[in-house]
């Protein structure tokens, strides 16, 4: 039988915090509703691979998906939501930044909306970012200068922790850096988007892949992309098929 939810991880030279990382999934969500965990290691050169395929050999519903070089996070979660199983996706980052307990209250807010016609993503927001001023300072301004220019209604769309069908998100353009601008994609389809406040932790081991470089740089530039793709979306507000 298929799960009801998969959790997509992607993961780059995350060696010592997944095995923690999936026993706090399991634990969260032991009893909830069917699940899978589906880790994408998105060509680690440590010691993830290896990692990977122990923690496989002895969970069943852990699933592996490697890519041969690493292609970024974006890509690295849209391989992971291809080979999903469940209709449901919950999403969240490899670091142990994110914490598995709040993946509960983001499904609670999933059920109460109940949005079955249109596209609906659930996000976290971090409200106590345990990171450097530096990069708490330029997430800040990103997601001030963000929502201003796109009206995506989130204060933190660069958390990982998200729910969403997967049709929903299959269906969105793909681009390298999409996932910070998901809220944006999902009302470009005509989709509503709730936040719910997360928590948020320092890491266990290793050591964060973005800085100011290649978070701010490239931003601007997806920015007024999306900017582009928002301003050409078209959506008919009746559709008929006669009779």
């Known amino acids: 039988m298929n799960p009801e939810l998969s ?4 993961a780059r030279n995350e060696a010592g ?10 634990r969260a969500l032991d009893g909830r509703l069917p699940f899978e965990i589906v880790c994408v290691d998105d060509g680690s050169d ?8 122990e923690l496989k050999g002895r969970s069943d519903d852990l699933r592996v998906i490697r890519h041969g070089q690493s292609c970024g996070q974006s890509t690295a979660v849209l391989s992971g939501v291809r080979a999903a199983r469940g209709r449901l996706i919950a999403t969240l980052d490899g670091d142990g930044q994110n ?5 509960p209250a983001l499904l609670d807010a999933w059920d109460q909306a109940r949005e079955q016609s249109r596209p609906l993503l659930i996000i976290g927001h971090r409200t106590a970012r345990h990171d450097t001023w530096l990069r708490r300072l330029s997430s800040r301004i990103a997601n001030s200068v963000r929502g201003w220019l796109l009206g995506d209604r989130t204060p933190d769309s660069g958390c990982g922790l998200k729910v969403f069908r997967r049709a929903d998100y299959l269906n969105l353009p793909y681009f390298d850096h999409m996932h910070r601008f998901t809220p944006a994609l999902i009302l470009r389809d005509g989709g509503r988007v709730e936040s719910v406040a997360v928590g948020h ?5 290793g050591k964060s892949k973005y800085g100011l470089h290649n978070r701010l740089w490239v931003g601007i530039v997806d920015l007024f992309g999306v900017r582009w793709l928002m301003r050409r979306s078209r959506r008919p507000n009746d559709v008929q098929e006669l009779e």
Do not use: H, K
């Open 17 to 26: 915090n997944l095995p923690v990382l999936f026993d706090e999934i399991r």
């Open 7 to 10: 959790v997509v991880i992607p």
């Open 99 to 103: 914490d598995p307990a709040d993946i």
């Open 46 to 53: 440590d010691g993830t691979p290896a990692e990977l395929r």
């Open 201 to 205: 932790r320092a890491r266990r081991e």
